[in-house]
């Protein structure tokens, strides 16, 4: 009987050829999931540049119809200011843009049944069952929020106001989130995303 032996090249892994493999995975693996939080950090951005896109389609809707942008005038010039002004934006924009005008948050009942729907999907009804809602009740009061979940920030002034009094950025209107950065730190305001910076 005659013994072959096998060619070098059919045979298997070694177990230092195994361990190297595993470590090349084991390192990738840490850097994957390292990256994640700046992965999930830009898919949250790009939703709230496309929500703001979207509520500023309705914003200029909104104006053709009726002549003028919804009305949020700032109480001051402050960042803290703006920013306390701007939130209550969040509540005008829900109710101009959204249809609902009732207190029970229900864009289908009586008060609200011949209001014109700017964005589609942010009234009550659309929003109650939705893992990323676009808008939610805070204290009683219905507002549009970002992917974060903070309330947008809304500003505008009338129309026929003079240059010297505006206190808006835009001659038409401010719309902001503040994402993950501090609403009144105006070192942190290069992160939020607006219609008046880039």
């Known amino acids: ?30 850097l994957l999931i ?6 999930q950090t830009r898919i ?4 709230v540049e496309a929500f703001i896109a979207e509520l500023e389609s309705g914003l200029s809707r909104y104006q053709i119809d009726n002549g003028a942008y919804p009305q949020n005038p700032p109480t001051g ?13 969040a509540k005008v924009l ?27 999907k942010l009234d009550y009804e659309g929003n109650k069952n939705s893992k990323e ?4 009740s805070i204290g009683g009061a219905f507002m549009v929020v970002d992917s ?11 129309p026929n106001i003079t240059v010297d009094e505006r206190k808006t950025y835009n001659p038409t209107y401010d719309i902001w989130s503040i994402t993950d950065a501090d609403p009144i730190s105006e070192e942190e305001q290069s992160r939020h ?3 008046w910076q880039n």
């Open 1 to 30: 009987m005659k013994l072959t032996r096998r060619s070098k090249g059919s045979r298997g892994f070694s177990l230092i050829e195994l361990m190297v493999v595993v470590a090349i995975m084991v390192v990738l693996a840490g």
């Open 34 to 39: 390292g990256s994640l939080p700046g992965i």
């Open 44 to 47: 949250n951005r790009g939703k």
């Open 77 to 89: 010039t402050s960042a803290d200011a703006r920013d306390s002004s701007g939130i209550e934006g």
């Open 94 to 120: 829900y109710k101009h843009l959204s249809g609902d005008w009732g207190e029970t948050g229900s864009a289908v009942d009586e008060t609200n049944k011949d209001e014109k729907i700017y964005v589609n």
């Open 133 to 136: 809602p676009r808008a939610i």
């Open 148 to 158: 974060y979940g903070n309330p947008i920030r809304y500003l505008a002034q009338p």
């Open 193 to 195: 995303i607006t219609n």
